[in-house]
């Protein structure tokens, strides 16, 4: 069983979900420690009354601490625990502070929120953390076959260079030039392998 998905942030400020096809949303919340997505309650909000499949992601930068991203993170999505998968996006200069940071963030969110969340990084990234790994935190990878436009694919492509210390993908991230009904830009393509269920143990506190 596998879903279909997006993630949008205040990038995709003017997407009506209503009528873009989607399984589940995951939606920008937070950056560092001082920026919140003004957008992501919305989305949230509308995704929920349609029955879809809802996640809320902190985009790191790196520039404080991981457990004080956290924390930040924590502070303004409170009122998602036990409905949202959460997760943290791991990318850019960010990478550059290495495993033990992020590993700090998850360890952290994991204490204050019971949850186990999944990070998001490259795939090329992603075959160097043994710790996080271990940690039996989900693993949220992207990689692009190209740049072209493309709507849902059920098998997208990706090379055979294993995913490290990680035993599985969760979700599989493979374009940012989605192009679907409903909405003229560019959107971030996901395919979760999981069905609603397991989406739902992702989400709650103590799986």
Known sequence: MAMNG?????????????DVPFDFVIC???E?????DRYCDGFIQTAASMGRKTGVYHYATGQTSGREEAE???ENTKGYIGKCLLALDWEGRTVERGPAYAQAFLDRLRELTGVRALIYMS????????GVAAGDYGLWCAQYAGNGPT?????PWTDDGGTGAFPMTAIYQY???GRLQGYDGNLDLNRAYMDEAAWDQYASPGK
Do not use: M, P
């Open 6 to 18: 997006i993630d949008i942030s205040n990038h995709q400020a003017g997407i009506r979900l209503a």
């Open 28 to 30: 920008k919340a937070t």
């Open 32 to 36: 560092g420690t001082g920026f919140v």
């Open 72 to 74: 930040y993170f924590y």
């Open 123 to 130: 795939k090329s990234v992603c075959r160097e953390w043994s």
């Open 151 to 155: 709507g849902y694919q059920t098998d």
């Open 175 to 177: 374009s940012s030039s």
